[in-house]
């Protein structure tokens, strides 16, 4: 089977709770669309950063989150995740130097933020205004990759 893809961008977006299943949700809505659209090619990828700003936004926030993928003209791709917390870390435009340092070879976790910074074209991020009552209304991350975005192999 195959699929021709539309001559003007798509987009999906889907509400995450704050629940750690919402990470593998985000992941396999990712898949179906791009699988959906002919993005095979571009699955891996994706996917796995996704996967990590969907997870950040449950390890550091309070409250639900929100995934937006984007077919852009080019074979592009954008994903943009929405949380309730207003800091934007480096390299998304926190404050700061815009290169995230090597986690250490022993530790669990940190390795996110430098996946996005490494396999993604380009990526930024923003504050978003004040919400109710005074509170900020969070922040949006995002991430684009090119048409041909592929993992590089590992080497054991």
Do not use: C, I
């Not at 800091?87 to 996110?112: C, I, Q, T």
Request: hydrophobic content about 40%.
């Amino acid at each position: 089977m195959v699929t021709v893809a539309p001559p003007h961008p798509w987009a999906y977006a889907l509400r995450l709770p704050r629940d750690p299943r919402a990470v593998r949700v985000a992941r396999m809505t990712v898949r179906a669309a791009l699988d959906g659209h002919g993005r095979q090619d571009a699955v891996d990828v994706v996917e796995l950063l996704t996967s990590e700003l969907v997870t950040n936004a449950y390890l550091h926030t309070e409250g639900p989150a929100s995934l937006r993928l984007t077919g852009l003209s080019g074979g592009r791709l954008r994903v943009g995740v929405w949380d309730s917390d207003p800091y934007v870390p480096a390299p998304f435009g926190g404050a700061g130097d815009d290169s995230v340092p090597l986690a250490p070879l022993d530790s669990g976790s940190g390795r996110g933020l430098r996946l996005v910074q490494e396999y993604a074209d380009s990526w930024g991020g923003w504050a978003l205004g004040d919400g109710a009552l005074g509170r900020g209304a969070g922040k949006l991350l995002w991430f684009e990759v090119g048409g041909r975005a592929t993992l590089p192999l590992l080497l054991k």
